[in-house]
Nanobody
Framework: QVQLVESGGGLVQAGGSLRLSCAAS????????MAWYRQVPGKQRGLVASITNGGIPNYVDSVKGRFTISRDNARNTVYLQMNSLKPDDTAVYYC???????WGQGTQVTVSS
């Protein structure tokens, strides 16, 4: 059974930081590049960052220099360190193994101005 369990969301003031974690089943983690997506009500879910099996990251322009994606292959966990948060970062954040149909339950991030 594939599991993706996100944690680490919450309420933070603009300029603050949060660290999201996604613990995945080994079978899905070891085979896939991993990604974080986010979604706000009324909009499509969009890619935030991804990381290959070998640890090469990729970011959308809006988070470059502020967010860092990383993975711990021994713990089957992917992280998203979010610094200098802005109100526009408010969304539900989802963990997603690329090339799969699996999604986590999401974790809410709210950034107040």
């Amino acid at each position: 059974q594939v599991q993706l369990v996100e944690s680490g969301g919450g309420l933070v003031q603009a300029g603050g930081s949060l660290r999201l974690s996604c613990a995945a089943s080994r079978i899905i983690f070891s085979r896939n590049a991993m990604a974080w997506y986010r979604q706000v009500p009324g909009k499509q879910r969009g890619l935030v960052a991804s990381i290959t099996n070998g640890g090469i990251p990729n970011y959308v322009d809006s988070v470059k220099g502020r967010f860092t994606i990383s993975r711990d292959n021994a713990r089957n966990t992917v992280y998203l360190q979010m610094n200098s948060l802005k109100p526009d970062d408010t969304a539900v954040y989802y963990c997603h193994p690329l090339a799969s149909t699996y999604w986590g339950q999401g974790t809410q991030v709210t950034v107040s101005s």
